[in-house]
C-alpha cells in the first residue's frame, strides 16, 4: 500500500513542554537568554581553534567537530520551542515532524561516536604516546571524522526507515516539545512491538555499550596517569574528567529515555528538555573552561577584535 494511502496523518499537535502560562513565559525567557549568550560561545571555540596555528593537535581539531555538532543540534529544537511557547496551537507537518526526528539522531549518534574517538585520542595520547604522532596523523583523524558523521547517517536512517513504514491514521497529538522516536511510534495504527524493540536496540542498547565501553576506557586511562609521574600529570587528569563529565552529562539522558520500553514517565520531559536545549550548547563550554590553552587562544582573539 502506498503511504500516501495508508497515511492520513498529515500534521502533528505537540503537547509542549508545559500548560502554565507562567512557567512557559519563565522557561522561554531563560532559553532565549541561554541560547544568546552560550551558542555564540560554540562558534567562538571553532573560530579559536581555526585560527590559532598553536591548537593544531588531534585533541583540538575534534574538540572543535564537538563545537559544531553541538551548535547544529541546538538548532534542531531549540528555535521552534521558542516559538511554539508563543503560540496557542503547536503544529508540525508530518514531513517536518520525520526530518527533525532524522536531524535529532542523525547530529545526536554522531556526536556519540565523536566521544569514542575522543576517548580513543586519549587512550593514545597517555598510554601510547611514542605512537602518538604516528597513529593519530592529520589523514587519520579525518577518516575518524567521516567515519562518525557515517555511523550517526546509518543509526538515523534506520529509525526513519521504521517510522516511514508506520500508518498513521489518528491520533496526532505528540506528547512532547518535539518529534521522537518513542512518542511517534505510540502513535502508529498498528502493533508496534517489534519496532518498538528493534528502535531499543538501535537506540538504547547501543547507547549503553558505548556507555559503559567509554567509562571503562576511561578508567583505564586515569589509572594510568595516576600511576604516572609525569610532568603532565594534571593536565592529563583535567582533560580526562572533563570528557567523563560529557560523556554523563550525553549518554545519561539517552540512556534514560531509549534504554527502556517506550511507555511514559513523568520525568520523560524535563530529561528530553536538559538532553536536546541545555547539554548541547554546555558540553564545549565545559571543555573550554577546563582547557587552558584553548581560554588563552580565546582571549586573545577577543582582545584583537576589541583593539579592531
Known sequence: MERENSTVVTEFIL????????????????????????????????????????????????????????????????PRMLVDFLSEKKVI?????????????????????????????????????LHYSTVMNPRACYALLLAQWLGGFVHSIIQVAFILRLPF?????????????????????????????????????????????????????????????????????STCTTHVIIILLMFGPAIFIYTRPFTALSADKVVSFFHTVIFPLMNPVIYTLRNQEVKASMRKILSQYMVC
Do not use: W
Not at 95 to 121: K, R, S
Not at 222 to 231: A, I
Open 93 to 129: 507537518s508530518y514531513t517536518g515532524c520525520i526530518t527533525q526526528l532524522f536531524f535529532l539522531h542523525f547530529l545526536g549518534g554522531g556526536e556519540m561516536l565523536l566521544l569514542i574517538v575522543m576517548a580513543f585520542d586519549r587512550y593514545i595520547a597517555i598510554c601510547r604516546p
Open 169 to 237: 491514521c489518528g491520533p496526532n497529538r505528540l506528547d512532547n516539545f518535539f518529534c521522537d522516536v518513542p512518542q511517534v511510534i505510540k502513535l502508529a495504527c498498528t502493533d508496534t512491538f517489534v519496532v518498538e524493540l528493534l528502535m531499543v536496540f538501535n537506540s538504547g542498547l547501543l547507547t549503553l555499550l558505548c556507555f559503559l565501553g567509554l567509562l571503562a576506557s576511561y578508567a583505564v586511562i586515569l589509572c594510568r596517569v595516576h600511576g604516572s609521574s609525569s610532568e603532565g600529570k594534571s593536565k592529563a587528569l
Open 15 to 78: 503537547a509542549g513542554l508545559t500548560q502554565s502560562q507562567d512557567v512557559q513565559l519563565l522557561v522561554f525567557t531563560l532559553v532565549l537568554i541561554f541560547y544568546l549568550i552560550i551558542l555564540p560561545g560554540n562558534f567562538l571555540i571553532i573560530l579559536t581553534i581555526r585560527s590559532d596555528p598553536s591548537l593544531t593537535a588531534p585533541l583540538y581539531f575534534f574538540l572543535g567537530n564537538l563545537a559544531f555538532l553541538d551548535a547544529s543540534y541546538s538548532f534542531i529544537v531549540a
